[in-house]
């Protein structure tokens, strides 16, 4: 594989980290910046809003560079963003350096997608966005924890100004190695005619839709394990750790049978995700049932995301497709939102712990069959024959 794909999974790395380790910072920010907790929590708002704005925003800005300036000129924005963070004086500053931190984020994946799959032959388009996505993965079974420890031990200022060091490395790969022909300046107005095509807005719902399920679950992932399967709290993390690993091992299977079986693999995917979770509900109350599904249940998950990242770059049958790349990043951000609401809303009847399970195997078979739908549609479309792909780049040794 190209040695591109090292500094994407590197950018992704670091993303992945920043998102969600202040999570596991909140006491220390707010007791760094004289704030409540609830305060702090307010800043993973923020960073959520900030991705929905940058995603379409700065790829539509970047869509008359090539993906090399565009990536560099993003991981830019994103040290920038980090280094205020980690030297921000008040709680004020901070919130806006999280905000420009995160309008990087949905973009850098976007464009990071589009270059990926054109770095390598058609046929490992999906694979190679799927290494890219592992550095994602990787965040939360390396990164966030570490960064967590050293947040407690030292300062959560390090921790920040660490990530900021990432986003320069990943700069220094992005110039090393990444090719400035993969690909060239686009057209703005052919990217927005993308999403005048029905297969690009099946995708995006199926990313929805989709994924929903999987946040669902995983939103309420803590008391799932602590009041159902009467798991300890100490056990939460390493159980939450074993869960980062399956979303590890399930993003590079996605990568492979992906590339093969296209939305086939991701319709099966979705209705094995909805029979391991109604087995999770029967048996959530017998802790080593209960951890090994929930495993089962990240690794299938997110083996398809990157099958759908690739689908909806296809989808747009453009020269590029960074814009919709970026969207369907946007598209995950709801389906989060929508999954924890479905869960909470469920949980608030007074339904208890089991009732999100079966919430996220309803949307799971609902997403498979708009998974069918795509695929159906795709098959009667002709394939874009404007997708110039750089295939003797792939060749690139590792």
């Known amino acids: 594989m190209p040695r591109a794909l090292l500094a994407l999974a590197v950018g992704a790395f670091g993303i992945g980290t920043t998102e969600f380790v202040v999570m596991g910072m909140l006491p220390q920010i707010a007791d760094g910046l004289g704030v409540s907790v609830s305060a702090v929590g307010m800043l993973i708002s923020a960073y959520a809003i900030g991705v929905v704005v940058g995603a379409p925003t700065l790829t539509a800005l970047g869509v008359r560079f090539s993906p090399r300036q565009t990536l560099v000129g ?26 420009l931190t995160a309008l990087a984020h949905g973009s850098f994946f976007g464009v990071g997608a589009v270059a990926a799959r054109r770095l390598v032959a058609p046929e490992r388009a999906t694979r190679a966005i799927s290494l890219m996505m592992v550095g994602l993965t990787l965040a939360n079974v390396i990164g966030v924890p570490l960064g967590t420890f050293v947040a407690q031990q030292a300062s959560w200022r390090l921790v920040l100004g660490a990530v900021a060091v990432i986003g320069l490395v990943t700069i220094a790969g992005l110039l090393a190695w990444m090719p400035g022909d993969v690909g060239e300046p686009g057209d703005l107005r052919a990217e927005l005619a993308a999403f005048r095509r029905g297969q690009v807005w099946l995708v995006l719902g199926l990313t929805m839709v989709g ?3 999987l946040f669902a679950v995983y939103s309420y992932v803590s008391p799932i394990l602590t009041e159902l399967g009467g798991i300890p709290e100490a056990w939460v993390t390493p159980v939450l750790a074993l869960f980062g690993v399956g979303t590890t091992v399930g993003t590079l299977l996605g990568g492979r049978f992906g590339d093969r079986y ?13 029979v391991v979770l ?6 959530a109350r017998t802790p080593v049932a209960a951890v090994a599904l929930l495993v089962l249940f990240g690794t299938i998950a997110f083996s398809l995301g990157p099958v759908v990242q690739n689908g909806v770059i296809e989808a747009a049958q453009v020269r590029g497709g960074s814009l919709v790349s970026a969207a369907n990043q946007g598209a995950f951000n709801v389906a989060n939102a929508l999954g924890a609401g479905l869960g909470a809303l469920v949980l608030t009847a007074g339904f208890g712990y089991t009732a999100p399970m079966w919430v996220g195997a309803v ?8 998974a069918v739908l795509a695929r159906s ?4 479309q002709p394939a874009p024959a404007n997708e110039a792909r750089l295939a003797e780049v792939g060749s690139t040794p590792a």
């Open 278 to 283: 109604v087995a999770l509900a029967f048996l």
């Open 377 to 380: 549609v795709g098959r009667r």
């Open 74 to 99: 993003l991981m830019v924005v994103f040290v920038v963003g980090n280094a205020l963070s980690a030297l921000a004086p008040t709680y004020e500053t901070l919130a806006a350096a999280r905000v």
């Open 211 to 213: 994924f929903a399920a």
């Open 262 to 274: 296209g939305f086939s693999f991701v319709a099966v995917g979705l209705l094995g995700t909805a």
């Open 363 to 370: 949307v799971a078979v609902v997403g498979a069959g708009i």
